[in-house]
């Protein structure tokens, strides 16, 4: 499975961003999905991650109540709707697809490319 990520940009603290990530295949609907980031001089952190059906979300602590993960098994697409965005948001943003849908990245099998989200105070 090949994943695009893309929505990333400059947003002022307080402002929102959607990121999205779009699936090669249509075996996208077998997977949950999961969404990383990684900040300068920092390890990959778990944002958020959806179940196979959608029906079930995790997310950080960090990110609770300010992110939403969703997807289309249609459009073969996962997004990260990301409100109230805060300099410490600011990173390289990672989907993942893999069998579990945990906060472990070893638990995913394919990666994006990233996408660069910035946030200016």
């Known amino acids: 499975v090949q994943l695009q990520a893309s929505g990333g940009g400059l947003v002022l603290a307080g402002g929102s961003l959607r990121l999205s990530c779009a699936a090669s295949e249509r075996t996208f609907s077998n997977y949950a999905m999961g969404w990383f980031r990684q900040a300068p001089g920092k390890e990959r952190e778990f944002v958020a991650a959806?179940?196979?059906?959608?029906?079930?979300?995790t997310y950080a602590d960090s990110v609770k109540g300010r992110f939403t993960i969703s997807r289309d098994n249609v459009k073969n697409t996962v997004y990260l709707q990301m409100n109230s965005l805060n300099p410490e948001d600011t990173a390289v943003y990672y989907c993942a697809a893999g069998p579990y849908g945990t906060n472990w990245d070893l638990g995913y099998d394919y990666w994006g490319q990233g996408t660069q989200v910035t946030v200016s105070s």
């Open positions: 959806i179940s196979v059906s959608g029906g079930t979300t």
